[in-house]
Nanobody
Framework: QVQLVESGGGLVQTGGSLRLTCTAS????????MGWYRQAPGKDRELVTT???????NYAASVKGRFTISEDNDKNMLYLQMASLKPEDTAVYYC????????????????WGQGTQVTVSS
């Protein structure tokens, strides 16, 4: 099992910055990739950015150049540095861990955190 806890959300003005943190615990050796997703009110959850254990990253077009994903594998922590925030970035941000290596043992392929609210005021 893997547990994920997000922190760092809050209220920020347009153009401001925030850093989100996701702390992973449990069977972290099973994690093959991690990512950030977000869900705005009335909308589907969408991918923001992902990073593999090998360090390959992927960004949604809407955040490319403004958001940066990074990780500290020694501390089992994932970060999302957000800059030049816009009102349309307002959403609940979720951390996700892919556990493909252990999906048979866990009975599932991924785990999600509980989410952290980010609100960008205009």
């Amino acid at each position: 099992q893997v547990q994920l806890v997000e922190s760092g959300g809050g209220l920020v003005q347009t153009g401001g910055s925030l850093r989100l943190t996701c702390t992973a615990s449990g069977d972290t050796d099973c994690i093959s990739a991690m990512g950030w997703y977000r869900q705005a009110p009335g909308k589907d959850r969408e991918l923001v950015t992902t990073v593999t254990r090998g360090g390959s990253t992927n960004y949604a077009a809407s955040v490319k150049g403004r958001f940066t994903i990074s990780e500290d594998n020694d501390k089992n922590m994932l970060y999302l540095q957000m800059a030049s925030l816009k009102p349309e970035d307002t959403a609940v941000y979720y951390c996700k861990a892919d556990v493909a290596y252990c999906r048979l043992r866990f009975g599932q392929s991924d785990y999600w955190g509980q989410g952290t609210q980010v609100t960008v005021s205009s």
